[in-house]
T-cell receptor
């Protein structure tokens, strides 16, 4: 049981490039979410999904897209990266109450 | 909405002492509260949770206290060890199932 896995662990992009952050969970959780973590600001919710085929926006959704074609996977797409998207990104999956986090992806946009 | 704040960005304690980390929330409708521990370079790790129908819950060396009157919760760590050094976050659920609001975190430093 691997829990929540994220790839890549580190990524450097140039402004305007696109990329997908991968997230997978093997706990059969319906609820999954993406957060970004910036110094002094805690974790902020980007997008979340309550099940396959259903996604919704969180607190800071601009510049990010998500899809949920399976229960296991919840990728986060940056269509045109900007320096303001430099951050650490965490994926989480949840049972009825508690969210379990992946190890994170550290993204730098130059 | 909900806002969550922590009283101290950094807390320094001596090994063996007890640690108390505090958190305040704004919405009296909040019904579920979680403490997470985050070590450097890792994702947040669940420590302990408490529901709004309780005011105290104990785990292994950790206790969470909830005061709904003043909208405050605290995490107590007994006999703090060097391995407890990390950033501690509280998270609060209000309304929609599984959506959490996080505090900004307190960095616990354990000195020898």
């Amino acid at each position: 049981n691997a829990g929540v896995t994220q790839t890549p662990k580190f990524q450097v992009l140039k402004t305007g490039q696109s990329m997908t952050l991968q997230c997978a969970q093997d706990m059969n959780h319906e609820y999954m979410s993406w957060y970004r973590q910036d110094p002094g600001m805690g974790l902020r919710l980007i997008h979340y999904s309550v099940g396959a085929g259903i996604t919704d926006q969180g607190e800071v959704p601009n510049g990010y897209n998500v899809s949920r074609s399976t229960t296991e996977d919840f990728p986060l797409r940056l269509l045109s990266a900007a320096p303001s998207q430099t951050s650490v990104y965490f994926c989480a999956s949840s049972d009825a109450n508690t969210q379990y986090f992946g190890p994170g992806t550290r993204l730098t946009v130059l | 909405g909900e806002s969550v704040g922590l009283h101290l960005p950094t807390l320094s304690v001596q090994e063996g002492d007890n640690s108390i980390i505090n958190c305040a929330y704004s919405n009296s409708a909040s019904d579920y509260f979680i403490w997470y521990k985050q070590e450097s370079g890792k994702g947040p790790q669940f420590i302990i949770d408490i529901r709004s129908n309780m005011d105290k819950r104990q785990g292994q060396r950790v206790t969470v206290l909830l005061n709904k009157t003043v909208k405050h919760l605290s995490l107590q760590i007994a006999a703090t060890q060097p391995g407890d050094s990390a950033v501690y976050f509280c998270a609060v659920r209000t309304g929609t199932a599984s959506k959490l609001t996080f505090g900004t975190g307190t960095r616990l430093q354990v000195t020898l």
